[in-house]
Each structure stands twice: as structure tokens, then as C-alpha cells.
């Protein structure tokens, strides 16, 4: 079967991958459409170290193949999004309700592929850069079949660490202002989560002029293409100040534009080692500065509940796909991301 796979120096769309059948608790997918996000990149880079060789990929929907042992909530013919958390579901955090934070879910990179008899990595516990993945029953969740494939993909991974980590992280109340830098995939998701929060300001930043009319679709009341207009706009400083770009300036620059008790809330991917610094008497005023992980999301809840906001018209989704394409035009599609020509590249098997 086709795949995407990177084995440590070059990225390939090889035709000769092979996925093991699910065992028990766990689910095989056909993927119908994946989206490409910098995540993925950052794998290539070495952002994100991860092992290799390695099948790319975590953000998809397809159609469920076969199930296996105890899997009860989808059946083949569902339509599924897939989720990256391979949670436990029994240990203190799942419990609590914080699936992110499960040690089951972290680092724990599993094999499910093959290639020339040789295994090879999934990448976060999801690779929907192939024809076909195996992923834990907890992590592939059932959507309407009226909802279009390139659309429900983005929801696995855009969607759930945009707008979570607004409602479920930030917890972003009526009538707060928002600043986002940034707004690619995660940023337009977090203005959009920030409009159905009900954010009376929200200020998109970002240096790309050509990404105005995007943002304000989703929700921006402003955009600025620097961070030094912020407080032309919001004299004392924004409640809540969202970076979704990886740049240690950027995060000063989100401490830096803070209000008493406004909150900094980490979604860009930095460097493993990249260090940030601020001033610390400038967090006296009850401010703070909270990391997130994929939106601090609950997918078994979430999902459904994205679903539904999509179907009554508050969500936004099919504004999200610039662009589908073909898997054997990867080259193409990561150019058109780096470029900046795309909000969202769906490759589509």
C-alpha cells in the first residue's frame, strides 16, 4: 500500500508499506484524507525528534475496516476522526478526565508497519500518511457520514488543539479579548474557538497580509501583521494571548502584551531545547503562562461535540481546506504550507 515515509534524510511516497491486522483494543482505518501540518515537518527537522524510518501523519478520517477483540463503539463502515492519544483510559489521569497527560499516551511510539520485512515507526500513535493504519479503539471516534472526509480530518488534530485549548485550557469567557500570533492551521482554529466563546476582541497577528480575509472569516475583529499595534488596540494588555508560531521572541512578545491576570498559552512547536525568557516582576499581577498539549482535549467528547457545532453552522471546517491533494503530490503540498499558500493541505488516498 502507499505511504509517507521519512527515514531520517529524505521523505518518500513509497508504494510497498504493510499494515499488521488490529489486535485486541485496536482499530484499522482506510484512510480517506489526511491534513499536512507543520508538526509533521517539524518531524523532518528535527523539531521533534522522533525515531526513524517513520510513516508521517496525524490528522485523518477514513473509514473503519475491521475492528478487533472488545472494540464495541465502531464497527466497519463507520465513518471515524482520528485522534493521537493512545490513552490508557485506567490510570489517575484518564480518570480525571485529562487523557493528554496519560504517561500510556507520551513517547511510547508502537510499530505497526512494515516495509521490506523491516519495521517501521507510527508516528503519534496515528500515521494517517498511508493507505491504511492501526490505532487503539479509544482513539478512532465515529462522525456523520454527511460530513466530507477533507474536512473531518482536520478535526483530529487542527480543531481539538485550536479550539480546546480556548474552551477546555484558557477557558476564554464572554466578552475577554484574545490576541493570536500566528494563523495557520492551530491560529484560524484558535480565533474560531475564541468567536464561539464569545471573545469580544479578537486580534489576529500574523506577517502574512495575504492571510487578513482568512482570519476575519473565522472570527478576528482585527489583524495587525506585527504584535506592536496590540496595544493601539488594547491599551492594558489582552486577557489571553495565544502563540501558535514556536518562536521564543514570540513568546515574549505573548507575556509581554498580557493584562492583570492575563493568561499566555503555548501552542507553536519550538525546538526541543529553545529557551524563552520575561520578566518575572511582570507576572506579579496574577498573569500566567500555560503550556497545552493538543488542546488539553477529551476526543471521545470533543469530537462529537465539534461535529455538531459543524452541522449548525458555528464551526468552521470546510473553510479550513485550501487546497486537497493527491498523496503523490507531497513535494507539493509541503511547499504550498511552507510558502504560506495554504491555511490547510488535505492529502486525500
Not at 466497519?76 to 496519560?102: I, K, Q
Not at 473553510?319 to 511552507?338: N, S
Amino acid at each position: 500500500m502507499r505511504g509517507v515515509v521519512f527515514d531520517g534524510k529524505q521523505i518518500q511516497v513509497v508504494d510497498d508499506l504493510e499494515v499488521r491486522e488490529p489486535g485486541a483494543g485496536e482499530v484499522l482505518v482506510a484512510i480517506s484524507a489526511a491534513g499536512l501540518c507543520h508538526s509533521d515537518l517539524s518531524v523532518v527537522d528535527g523539531t521533534i525528534p522522533f525515531p526513524v524510518p517513520v510513516v508521517l501523519g496525524h490528522e485523518g478520517a477514513g473509514v473503519v475496516e475491521a475492528v478487533g477483540v472488545g472494540v464495541t463503539h465502531v464497527a466497519p463502515g463507520d465513518h471515524v476522526a482520528l485522534s493521537t492519544l493512545a490513552n490508557c483510559g485506567t490510570c489517575a489521569e484518564c480518570d480525571r478526565g485529562r487523557p493528554t497527560m496519560c504517561r500510556q499516551a507520551i513517547g511510547r511510539p508502537g510499530k505497526p508497519f512494515t516495509r521490506g520485512g523491516q519495521p517501521v515507526h507510527q508516528f503519534a500513535s496515528n500515521s494517517a500518511f498511508a493507505e491504511r493504519t492501526v490505532v487503539k479503539a479509544v482513539q478512532a471516534v465515529r462522525i456523520p457520514k454527511d460530513i466530507p472526509m477533507p474536512s473531518a480530518a482536520l478535526i483530529g488534530c487542527g480543531v481539538l488543539t485550536g479550539v480546546g485549548a480556548v474552551l477546555n485550557r484558557a477557558r476564554v469567557d464572554r466578552g475577554e479579548s484574545v490576541v493570536v500570533i500566528g494563523t495557520g492551521g492551530i491560529g484560524l482554529n484558535v480565533i474560531q474557538g475564541a468567536r464561539i466563546a464569545g471573545a469580544s476582541r479578537i486580534v489576529a497577528v500574523d506577517a502574512n497580509p495575504a492571510k487578513e480575509e482568512t482570519a476575519r472569516t473565522f472570527g478576528a475583529t482585527d489583524f495587525l501583521r506585527s504584535t506592536e499595534g496590540v496595544r493601539d488596540l488594547l491599551p492594558t494588555g489582552a486577557d489571553h494571548v495565544f502563540e501558535c508560531v514556536g518562536r521564543v521572541e514570540l513568546v515574549r512578545q505573548a507575556v509581554d502584551l498580557l493584562d492583570r491576570h492575563g493568561q499566555a498559552i503555548l501552542l507553536g512547536t519550538a525546538p526541543a531545547t529553545a529557551e524563552a525568557s520575561f520578566l518575572v516582576s511582570s507576572m506579579f499581577l496574577d498573569k500566567s503562562i500555560l503550556g497545552c498539549r493538543y488542546g488539553s482535549s477529551r476526543p471521545q467528547r470533543d469530537i462529537p461535540l465539534y461535529t455538531q457545532l459543524y452541522r449548525q453552522g458555528r464551526l468552521l471546517l470546510d473553510e479550513l481546506v485550501t487546497r486537497t491533494y493527491p498523496v503523490e503530490d507531497f513535494e507539493k503540498a509541503v511547499g504550498d504550507l511552507e510558502a504560506g499558500r495554504v491555511a490547510r493541505g488535505v492529502l486525500t488516498f
